[in-house]
């Protein structure tokens, strides 16, 4: 049993410390030794130090260190090159087969072509997948009764691996990663629903425009058993669904709703449910027809229009002015940098409503050169980790079920994510989770096999250590690395005997180095 | 919101015929006889630091219900005949019902734990366990993600303030044992906002499993250049990748497999009994561990929440046994002193809802375990009561205890740390004689 000691030798004791503390904070610290990154530009958050009364008049507050978290860094200053800037934001990792291309078409010409997938021959890959997880195809009938929800969720999770690394539609990829966060449902709620929603919902508008995939997700089943949608009904309405379509889906969170708002949300939406093995529909007789105002929006007694009047009120949220700017700064911080600038959230709020939420015209406007020449770079969630090590090694992946393994033991399993918030893409919520990178890394580069994944290090052992090295700057990096990184790799690749394995090492220390968990 | 001072906190009132009679005529099962074990038992070959600390401050364990926890199946105010009005289909029977097998394990004369719970009844009877009921913050968010947020950094409705309390305390108390490269520890793949702005702080989701792998001939030098090229990185990446080096060390020293509770406690076989149990573990290994964050989901009860046989009596079951096994286990054999706290960030409507469920509301239940905790009581500061009248806009149990105070107490008295006023800011926390 410990107990509190004595008072006065305890003060002591934490003053002493707190000096020390306070003499060197940790995160100014760190930026003014940095050799790789130069302080950040942009301002840090304002410390939020005020502190009324310390009940025992022990050191006041400000002598502590915030260690305020950075959200982002500022450009490796190795990356120079503009459209090796924009291939790290719109694909899922660079290779050098994109560098090429991006240095064939440009800037301008290379992002058009990754905004209109649909003209980028991807048979490759859809063959693949179509042969590997068939269940993908189905209709929900087939899936259910396939009644088999492990494998259902096994093949949509290794194949979105699959298409994240090898679809030649990068940037419908990247978008396809962000509405699924946006719209988040989790398979262990819904099952083989969310089937349907990726391919039908998400993937279906993925570039297209904010309305008409709001439209969908809100007729999504998936969507509506994940919150609870299915349940509402007339005199017992569910406010699940209701409020994230207010709260995370358009406005904001408190964004010009109030919790009246809610309720009289979800009294509205009572009636929209499923039917059968997973069809929407809209069943009047769960439907409240009494009058409801919502944010203002009057809508009076009705009798059938409880579809319709539900359809009126998700255009409304669609075109609402928060919308575009919630939605505009949610993209900018995906797409461009964690802190977009006021301007730049207001420009790209001006574009969203001018084109009635037209996602690639929102997407180019926020993709314009200048601002991404002065952008910091972004920290890699896992999944895009994994994809980005995937790609820059060219593995070649038989089998993705250890992957999707692996993807759990970094942390980001694909569709579980339990609430509707979806994964987050902050450096202070993924930064500390390091070492089970660097653990897959090894994994990875250490794969050979035919049946599963194998990384070929032929091409690498044809030449000197120096040219492996070269080689893998090219691949992982697109050419682009600090001299010191550079040092390292050649300072291990050389600290043995030059072989298959020497080779394998080196490559999982350029995929772990900490330049690789940025973009 | 004007709340009493510690004075006036009561044991809840209660109806009559529940008066008389003592809270262990009604408890169920005969409280455990918990044995103290060996600190450093045969599980752990290797003591990993040379000098071992003697504490006087309690390792802090904070546990998070996510989803929104609906207190007054947590808890139930059986007393309280609105209770049973406001929840026709989804009550807890009285503990005075016939149905032995569904009624409520009652706690005093006016609240009881659903079976479900059984689980904490030995650290209840032991008086390591403390309920306290209608706790919540101020900000009254019905957002999950905004209500989790504002509980976790200790300040209501501030969006720039972005560490969390338990990071806080690290940073403003000296480490128990210098040396120690893990002072704490959220299991999860990412760091909990909880633990945002600790020093040597890490999100580890399963500790047994953390090693980096390959050539074991080579694996000194890999981690050595790896090591060496995060020397030069940011904040907070540097900080991170050292910790895990060093954490890394330390962990391969630590015999997972091996362990073998004490007092025979069984976690189950969840994910929040397995996080309790390395939690456990790690804490006994005596690496110098301070706090460590666990979370436990499954209480965003929107349908079908049956405390008795439906999904919240799954969740709460699961909760209960992990709970009750920590505490035979690390708190009863009082070795070590552990506090530890669970909450969630808000409890549900006071009427269910038409899917035999409940929607978001206001105040819950809060739970602290610990020799140092004033257990074996159910308080409230002053039980609201549920007639329309009294719930918060007319729906929810109305917050009258904000959980900060109950966490101020603790850090100050249990982890020994005075600043208060820098973990959570512009709050002038009352002690409500949660510890003792």
């Not at chain 1, 001018?354 to 180019?364: P, S």
């Not at chain 2, 000098?51 to 996510?66: E, L």
């Not at chain 2, 032995?100 to 719970?117: K, S």
Request: glycine residues 8%; proline residues 6%; charged residues 15%.
């Amino acid at each position: 049993m410990h107990t509190s000691g004595d008072g006065a030798s305890r003060r002591g004791f934490l003053l002493g410390a707190l000096a020390g503390l306070a003499a060197a904070p940790r995160a100014a610290k760190a930026q003014a030794v940095g050799i790789w990154h130069p302080p950040p530009p942009k301002k840090l958050p304002t410390p939020r130090a005020s502190v009324p009364r310390d009940p025992n008049g022990v050191s006041p507050a400000a002598q502590f260190p915030s260690r305020l978290v950075n959200e982002s860094v500022a450009a490796l200053p190795a990356w120079v090159n503009n459209n090796a800037r924009l291939v790290r934001r719109i694909t899922m990792g660079v290779s050098a087969t994109e560098m090429m291309r991006v240095s064939v078409l440009g800037y301008q010409e290379y992002l058009s072509k990754q905004l209109h997938p649909s003209t980028i021959d991807d048979s490759a890959v859809d063959a693949v997948v179509a042969a590997r997880w068939p269940l993908l195809s189905a209709t929900n009938d087939v899936l259910f009764a396939s009644n088999s929800s492990g494998t259902v969720q096994s093949q949509l999770q290794e194949a979105t691996l699959y298409r994240a690394a090898f679809s030649e539609r990068q940037l419908f990829e990247r978008m396809v990663e962000f509405w699924s966060d946006h719209f988040n449902i989790s398979i262990g709620k819904v099952g083989y629903l969310k089937v349907a929603d990726d391919r039908d919902v998400i993937r279906a508008n993925a570039l297209g425009r904010f309305r008409d995939l709001l439209q969908a997700t809100a007729k999504s089943p998936a969507m509506l058993a994940y919150l609870d949608q299915t349940q509402s009904r007339k005199g017992a309405p569910n406010q699940n669904y209701a409020r994230e379509l207010m709260e995370l889906h358009t406005l904001g969170v408190d964004n010009g709703y109030t919790q009246t708002d809610v309720a009289e949300l979800s009294r509205l939406l009572t009636g929209w449910t499923t039917t059968g093995t997973g069809t929407f529909m809209f069943n009047n007789t769960l439907h409240d027809t009494a009058q409801k105002t919502i944010m203002g929006q009057n809508f009076p007694a009705d009798t059938f229009g409880g579809q319709a009047e539900g359809e009126r009120f998700i255009d409304y949220l669609a075109a609402h002015p928060n919308t575009a700017t919630f939605i505009s700064t949610k993209l900018l911080r995906w797409l461009l940098q964690a802190e977009p600038t006021t301007a730049q959230i207001t420009a790209v709020s001006r574009v969203f409503r001018a084109t009635q939420g037209d996602i690639k015209l929102v997407v180019r406007a926020i993709l314009n050169e200048s601002w991404l020449a002065a952008a910091p770079a972004k920290f890699k969630r896992p999944f895009h980790f994994m994809v980005s090590a995937l790609r820059a090694t060219s593995a070649q992946v038989t089998s993705a079920t250890t992957l999707n393994g692996q993807l759990g033991g970094i942390g980001q399993p694909l569709f579980v994510y339990e609430t509707p918030d979806g994964y987050p893409d902050k450096v202070e919520y993924w930064s500390g989770n390091i070492l089970p990178r660097w653990s897959f890394a090894v994994s990875l580069t250490n794969s050979n096999s035919t049946t599963t994944v194998k990384v070929d290090t032929a091409p690498y052992l044809t030449g000197t250590a120096d040219a492996a090295v070269d080689r893998i700057i090219n691949e992982f990096y697109g050419g682009e690395v600090s001299a010191s990184l550079r040092t390292n790799l050649l300072t291990y690749i050389k600290g043995g005997t030059f072989n298959d394995l020497r080779v394998r090492e080196t490559m999982s220390l350029a995929l772990g180095a900490q330049a690789f968990q940025w973009y | 919101m004007t709340i009493p001072p510690e004075s006036e906190l009561n044991d809840a009132t209660g109806c009559e015929e529940y008066r008389a009679l003592s809270r262990r005529q009604f408890v169920g099962g005969a409280g455990t006889a918990f044995a103290a074990a060996a600190l450093y038992p045969a599980w752990l070959p290797k003591v990993v630091l040379a000098s071992t600390y003697v504490s006087t401050r309690d390792v802090m364990v904070s546990v998070f219900q996510r989803g929104g926890a609906d207190g007054m199946s947590v808890c139930v105010p059986f007393g309280d005949p609105n209770y049973y009005t406001l929840r026709p289909t989804i009550a807890v029977p009285r503990p005075d019902a016939t149905t032995t097998a569904t009624r409520g394990i009652a706690l005093d004369n006016f609240f009881a734990f659903p079976q479900a719970m059984a689980g904490l009844v030995p650290a209840y009877l032991n008086a390591d366990l403390l309920v306290m009921h209608a706790v919540g913050q101020t900000n009254n968010s019905r957002s999950h993600f905004d209500a989790q947020r504002y509980m976790e950094v200790g300040k209501p409705s501030d969006p720039s303030l972005v560490t969390g309390w338990l990071g806080r305390h690290l940073a403003s108390a000296p480490p128990l044992n210098a040396a120690a490269p893990l002072r704490g520890i959220g299991i999860s793949a990412g760091l909990q906002k909880t633990l945002v702005g600790g020093p040597k702080t890490l999100p580890i989701s399963s500790p047994q499993n953390f090693s980096i792998g390959g050539s074991s001939t080579t694996q000194a030098a890999r981690v050595a250049a790896l090591q060496s090229d995060y020397s030069a990185a940011d904040e907070p990446l540097k900080s991170s990748a050292l910790d895990a080096v060093n954490t890394l060390n330390l962990l391969k020293s630590v015999n997972f497999t091996g362990y073998v509770p004490a007092n025979g406690a069984v976690y189950p076989n969840s994910s929040f009994g397995n996080a309790l149990k390395a939690v456990a573990v790690l804490i006994k290994a005596d690496i110098g561990l301070e706090a460590a964050q666990v979370d436990v989901g499954g209480w965003d009860t929107h349908s079908a929440q049956d405390p008795v046989a439906g999904s919240m009596a799954v969740t709460m079951r699961d909760f209960a046994n992990a709970l009750g096994a920590f505490h035979a286990d690390v708190i009863a054999p009082a070795l070590i002193g552990v506090t530890l706290i669970s909450m969630s960030e808000f409890g549900r409507n006071a009427k269910e809802n038409g899917s035999a469920g409940t929607d978001h509301g206001r105040a819950s239940a809060m739970l602290a375990i610990g020799k140092g905790i004033a257990g074996g009581r159910v308080v409230t500061n002053g039980w609201p009561g549920l007639a329309a009248a009294n719930l918060e806009n007319g729906q929810d149990l109305k917050v009258t205890l904000d959980y900060r105070d109950v966490l101020a107490e603790i850090v100050q008295k249990r982890l020994g740390n005075t600043n208060l006023g820098y973990i959570f800011p512009t709050w002038t926390p009352t002690f409500r004689g949660v510890t003792r």
